[in-house]
């Protein structure tokens, strides 16, 4: 798909990782309208890259439609809004857990349908999910956030197929730890030796290439965690305990720490 000239709606751009996307689309020529909830920074973006600001709470039942209806007719949908998801199960009151799914999950879903009935009838457009590589490997202390990200894989794969016909693209963006901004940069955790990392440029990067090559699936990381995550899929208990012996369930423990207060 052609961006130059296109509409692309993108969710969570007061984010780092959103900010990037925006970024990127603008500089390929789409016009951009931007969501999040912080409008002191969302307006500033919009201003900056000429594009439209619609702040929006996509925890709340209705906002996804209400944003659609205010963006207007959009050519590209990029779901990135998120919510941390990390820690425990236990430690989640029920509220908590429905807005994860609500954002995380929820959202994405309601607002594809929405979007893919008018590119169905114009037989055009593109839906991006910006998921994670925590939807290919669960780890400990994110049960919730992996639901939410295993969820929005399979997702996203079976809405491929059933909009292939119709011309319309779908695509899946997997980014591991993204240093500089975003959710794992602002926890500030410090990762075992030999874990990579990948940028919010990176990030953004992939997911025009995605838009324009319709791409179903990109991973964003280093080959060490592409490679578990590949192993993850065919060996879960191997890959788990490879996991715990490297290290991975104290970032697991320190992620959930940091980000306690963005639930």
């Known amino acids: 798909m052609?961006?130059?000239?296109?509409?692309?709606l993108v969710t969570g751009a007061t984010g780092g990782i959103g900010a990037a996307l925006a970024t990127a689309l603008a500089g390929r020529g789409a016009h951009?309208?931007?969501?999040?909830?912080r409008i002191d920074v969302l307006e500033p973006?919009?201003?900056r890259l000429g594009g439209t600001a619609v702040p929006a709470d996509l925890a709340e039942p209705d906002a996804p439609a209400a944003l659609l209806d205010a963006a207007g007719e959009i050519d590209v949908l990029?779901?990135?809004?998120?919510?941390?998801?990390?820690?425990l199960l236990s430690d989640y009151p029920v509220d908590a857990i429905d807005r994860a799914l609500d954002v995380n999950l929820r959202a994405p879903i309601v607002m594809a349908k929405l979007a893919a009935e008018r590119m169905v009838a114009r037989r055009t457009g593109h839906l991006v999910f910006v998921s994670s590589l925590a939807g290919k490997a669960a780890s400990g202390h994110a049960s919730l956030y992996n639901a939410t990200k295993f969820g929005l894989r399979g997702f996203a794969l079976a809405l491929r197929e059933d909009l292939r016909p119709h011309g319309v693209g779908v695509s899946t963006?997997?980014?591991?730890?993204?240093?500089?901004?975003g959710m794992f940069a602002d926890a500030r955790v410090t990762l075992p030796f030999g874990v990579g990392t990948r940028t919010p440029a990176d990030v953004a990067r992939a997911?025009?290439?995605?838009?324009?090559?319709?791409?179903?699936?990109?991973?964003?990381?280093?080959?060490?965690?592409?490679l578990g995550a590949a192993i993850s899929g065919v060996a879960p208990s191997f890959a788990a305990a490879v996991q715990r012996r490297t290290g991975g369930a104290q970032v697991g423990r320190d992620l959930a720490a940091a980000q306690r207060g963005k639930r």
């Open 2 to 8: 052609r961006l130059e000239g296109a509409k692309v």
């Open 32 to 37: 951009v309208v931007l969501s999040g909830r």
């Open 45 to 47: 973006l919009a201003e």
């Open 78 to 87: 990029v779901a990135n809004a998120a919510l941390p998801a990390s820690g």
């Open 173 to 181: 963006v997997f980014p591991g730890f993204i240093r500089d901004a």
């Open 207 to 226: 997911t025009v290439r995605a838009i324009e090559r319709d791409t179903a699936e990109t991973d964003v990381a280093p080959l060490a965690l592409r």
